[in-house]
């Protein structure tokens, strides 16, 4: 209950501020430069002074932030990737000579590169599936509250109901693991899924592909809604049917919707962190770079160069789907 009462008061406090901040920004500069009751040159001249200055009064905390909690890290930490373990002294590119060479950061990569292989395809597609299926049925909208759930919960939340699912207990006792209990329902041996080497990472896969089905249904949802009736009913007439009308019709017109979610689950996926750490911990070869960053850097290494240096890996394999991803939704907003 504490824990509750101070959540309360530390989102009304973020929200007294920022009203405070806001009327009082403002009064400060009209104060400093008044228009009303003026006629003239100065009143103009302040008009033009104030208008120039209120936007970046709104803007001011946000660059102030970014620059804060974005730019500083991502300089302190290329700087750090250049020093050794406990950032004093210079060592150049050896963290990341070492990096490569080792067969722990080789084995992130390809698990990274597994997870980018399935996650952001398979929860796209399932998105896309159950928008489409239930963009027209009464209970759709339920049915989307119950897919969107998962959502709202953490990745650590998330790992702990998998857990659950995947749970093992020795062959003979009673299994509370559900997909241990169907395998020894049907006559099989139970198996504890997350230590098998290569198809653990499948495993964490479901998880991601579970939380992130929601969120990809939800924007193409919107953008099944989008398009023009007039198209889906010119290819009725000619003869489409529902397949081809899916495939050839609703696709091709929400192909950039489609593109953004994909890269957006791209991103996460790059970052993915929270669901290794809570389930296997990177052992039973399911590491990837971010849980490895975290190992380097706080754990048992306590190596700030190299952790550093994983770091910037994972910050240099992001920013090329970002600016494309920007780019693509700039180019979007031209045509409206």
């Not at 060592?91 to 590169?113: H, K, P």
Request: proline content about 4%.
């Amino acid at each position: 209950m504490q824990q509750l009462l101070f959540a309360i008061a530390t989102m009304a406090a973020g929200v007294l501020a920022c009203a405070a901040y806001f009327f009082g920004t403002n009064w400060i500069l009209d104060k400093l430069f008044p228009s009303k009751g003026l006629t003239g040159p100065l009143a103009s001249r302040n008009l033009r002074i104030t208008n120039a200055i209120r936007p970046w009064l709104f803007l001011g905390p946000a660059l102030f932030s970014l620059t804060i909690y974005l730019i500083y890290p991502v300089i302190a930490s290329v700087w750090l990737s250049l020093h050794d373990r406990a950032g004093e002294n210079f060592v150049g590119l050896n963290n990341f000579i070492w990096m490569f060479n080792d067969g722990e950061f080789r084995q992130s990569i390809y698990n990274n590169f597994l997870w980018l292989l399935v996650v952001p395809a398979a929860a796209t597609f399932f998105g896309l599936i159950i928008a489409a299926l239930t963009d027209r049925i009464w209970w759709g909208n339920i049915a989307k509250t119950l897919i969107f759930m998962p959502m709202a919960i953490s990745f650590v939340g998330a790992s702990v109901i998998w857990k659950f699912i995947y749970d093992y207990r020795a062959e003979g006792t009673e299994q509370i693991g559900i997909l241990n209990a169907i395998v020894v329902y049907f006559g099989g041996s139970p198996e504890a899924w997350v230590t098998l080497p290569f198809w653990n990472n499948f495993f964490l896969m479901v998880i991601l592909i579970w939380i992130q089905t929601g969120f990809a249904m939800v924007i193409l949802s919107a953008a099944l809604r989008g398009i023009p009736e007039e198209t889906i009913e010119a290819a009725v007439i000619d003869g489409a049917n529902g397949l081809q009308i899916f495939f050839k019709i609703m696709i091709p017109q929400m192909w950039g919707t489609i593109a953004v979610v994909w890269t957006t689950i791209t991103i996460l996926v790059l970052k993915v962190f929270d669901i290794v750490l809570a389930m296997t911990n990177g052992q039973w070869q399911s590491q990837v770079l971010a849980n490895l960053m975290f190992d380097w850097m706080f754990r048992g290494g306590g190596d700030f160069g190299r952790g550093a240096a994983i770091a910037v890996i994972i910050m240099v394999l992001v920013i090329p789907i970002m600016v494309w991803n920007i780019r693509n939704a700039a180019k979007e907003m031209e045509g409206h």
